[in-house]
């Protein structure tokens, strides 16, 4: 059998220029990236915990174990990585209590918090009526509705605002698009008490207020079930976070190995697609995604790419790295520096 092999073509000047600016352009934009992962535990330290005896340091690194092995195909749980989205300061804590207080215009972080702790609270069911001209008054049975076998249901979507003496829907003045069809939609609420028997009875059968009821609980089961798209952007983001972590403690593990062996880190080629001696930092990693799939895993995306993407693998990434491990030996979890 014969095979025919296709010549080497060296690539001409212009395309070795070309492919040197793609190269330079983008080191410039990843300059100062590491920071982002490498967090001062000086100013941590610092305060009346400076006054603690100093613990006596490790000049050796110490290994960190991060067990990712399977980074791309881990199931996580959502749940574990939820956490409380920072609201606007000038959000009065009272909204989560009283819908009087509620803004003319919310965001959607204040929509979803507010659906995620319910209406329990917004209900005020045991707050004081005060009764208006007519003698009349709201009152706590308003809550319930009696169903023809004889049991009762609680009107989860009914609210009252102990500040504005009204009545209000809290579906309705979430998601309802045209809140003018009904008083309980309106920011003034509904508090005509004398009518207050087939007003309700009216709202809760109309149109309007079943769409809106309808996206509520929508909502609050995707939020229980944590399925929501701010969730699984979150994970996301997350588990792009552990990887990239991951990558970077082997990367400057083999960095501090070559340093503590006075050796060279660069050779006299950068290419990791060659045969030949990258030099010591390149051949280290190489060796190590011999064994370790998280390496062996960000080695063969920068090939396939031919390293125009992110991998800190650059010599320019190498000096980033050098300059902030300069002023100290590093050790993880005991010295001045750290994996954050």
């Not at 319910?118 to 009152?139: H, I, V, Y």
């Not at 087939?198 to 769409?211: A, D, F, M, V």
């Not at 031919?306 to 991998?311: H, K, L, N, P, T």
């Amino acid at each position: 059998e014969y095979y025919y092999v296709m010549p080497y073509k060296k690539e001409s000047g212009a395309q070795g220029r070309k492919r040197r600016k793609i190269e330079t352009e983008q080191q410039a934009k990843l300059a100062g990236s590491l920071h982002r992962f490498l967090v001062s535990t000086a100013e941590i330290t610092a305060g009346p915990s400076s006054a603690a005896p100093q613990e006596t340091r490790n000049p050796d690194p110490v290994s960190v174990d991060i067990p990712v092995p399977a980074l791309e195909a881990e199931t996580v749980s959502s749940k574990d990585v939820y956490t409380q989205p920072n609201l606007p300061e000038n959000i009065d804590q009272k909204v989560y209590t009283d819908i009087g207080y509620w803004p003319e215009t919310m965001d959607e972080t204040l929509k979803t918090e507010l659906v995620r702790q319910g209406t329990e609270e917004l209900q005020n069911k045991d707050a004081w009526f005060p009764r208006d001209s007519n003698g009349r008054s709201f009152s706590k049975d308003w809550f319930y509705i009696h169903l023809d076998n004889g049991e009762t249901m609680l009107r989860t979507w009914l609210v009252f605002s102990p500040v504005n003496n009204a009545a209000y829907c809290f579906p309705c003045m979430l998601f309802q698009k045209a809140k003018g069809k009904s008083s309980f939609g309106k920011s003034s609420g509904f508090n005509a008490w004398r009518k207050l028997s087939p007003r309700l009875l009216e709202h809760e059968r109309s149109s309007y207020h079943l769409s809106a009821f309808t996206i509520w609980k929508e909502l609050e089961m995707r939020l229980h079930k944590q399925e929501t798209i701010d969730a699984a952007a979150q994970l996301a983001q997350q588990r792009s976070f552990e990887k990239w972590k991951a990558i970077l403690v082997r990367i400057l593990d083999c960095i501090l190995y070559l340093a503590r062996q006075t050796l060279p880190l660069r050779g006299h080629s950068e290419d990791l697609n060659t045969d030949g001696n990258c030099g010591n930092f390149l051949e280290t990693f190489k060796l190590l995604a011999k064994y370790d799939p998280v390496a062996e895993q960000h080695l063969h995306r920068v090939q396939r790419t031919d390293g125009y993407i992110v991998s800190y693998l650059s010599p320019q990434s190498q000096n980033e790295f050098i300059s902030l491990l300069a002023c100290s030996v590093i050790t993880f979890e005991q010295s001045s520096f750290k994996i954050s």
